[in-house]
């Protein structure tokens, strides 16, 4: 996924700070640790950006996880039902199955999306020329 470093699309796929692509937001890197699956670093220790802008900020998230999880169920049922010809029943079950797998990955994705609305990638190359202009 380097080559997509640089965009929107990289840090909601990978996690990375919304605004230098370096290091990732979250502590634990594997997101199926269900005790640490939403524990965010403080900030940045490359660009020092904070990630939560201000208290209960990831609320928002909800609102983004809604349309995420849809997408993933679309897909189950798309694959098991259309292309695998299982019945309304099996098909409801994996479903079922898939959404809570899905589950750490669905929320930090959505807190990925929602964190991306808000920032926006500045290359280390901008930083460096005079005049450039720094939060």
Request: one cysteine or more; charged letters at 15%.
């Amino acid at each position: 996924m380097k080559f997509l470093k640089g965009s929107k699309i990289y840090s909601i796929f990978t996690g990375h700070c919304p605004v230098c692509h370096t290091e990732s937001m979250y502590s634990e890197a594997n997101p199926y640790k269900i005790s640490s699956t939403l524990k965010m670093n403080e900030r940045c220790s490359n660009c020092n950006t904070k990630y939560k802008i201000e208290p209960s900020f990831f609320y928002g998230a909800m609102y983004v996880s809604y349309p995420v999880g849809l997408s993933f169920a679309i897909a189950a049922f798309v694959i098991s039902y259309l292309l695998l010809d299982l019945s309304l029943i099996t098909t409801y079950g994996i479903i079922v199955v898939v959404m809570v797998i899905a589950l750490p990955i669905i929320l930090r994705i959505s807190r990925n999306i929602w964190i991306n609305f808000f920032m926006s990638y500045r290359s280390p190359e901008l930083e460096k020329m005079p005049g450039a202009i720094k939060e």
